[in-house]
Nanobody, 114 residues
Framework: QVQLVESGGGLVQAGGSLRLSCAAS????????MAWYRQAPGKQREVVAV???????NYVDSVKGRFTISRDNAKNTVYLEMHSLKPEDTAVYYC????????WGQGTQVTVSS
């Protein structure tokens, strides 16, 4: 059974930092590209960052230079380091495979106050 468990969200002031973690199970983590997604109120879910199984990385333009995605295949975990947070980063953040997604986890709420 596929499980994606996100953690690390919270309430921070603008300019602050957070580190999100996502523990994955139920599929072969190491061979999959992984991604962080986010969904703000009233908006569609969007891809924030992607890391392939080879370690190639891409970011949406709005987070370049501020967010860093990484993965630990030994722990079946993907991370998202977020710095210089802005109010527009406020959203529920999810991890999932990139491309053909698995069932979504509960996500972790990130709220950035101005």
């Amino acid at each position: 059974q596929v499980q994606l468990v996100e953690s690390g969200g919270g309430l921070v002031q603008a300019g602050g930092s957070l580190r999100l973690s996502c523990a994955a199970s139920g599929f072969i983590f190491a061979i999959n590209a992984m991604a962080w997604y986010r969904q703000a109120p009233g908006k569609q879910r969007e891809v924030v960052a992607v890391i392939t199984r080879e370690g190639n990385i891409n970011y949406v333009d709005s987070v370049k230079g501020r967010f860093t995605i990484s993965r630990d295949n030994a722990k079946n975990t993907v991370y998202l380091e977020m710095h210089s947070l802005k109010p527009e980063d406020t959203a529920v953040y999810y991890c999932n495979t990139f491309g053909s997604v698995r069932p979504w986890g509960q996500g972790t709420q990130v709220t950035v106050s101005s």
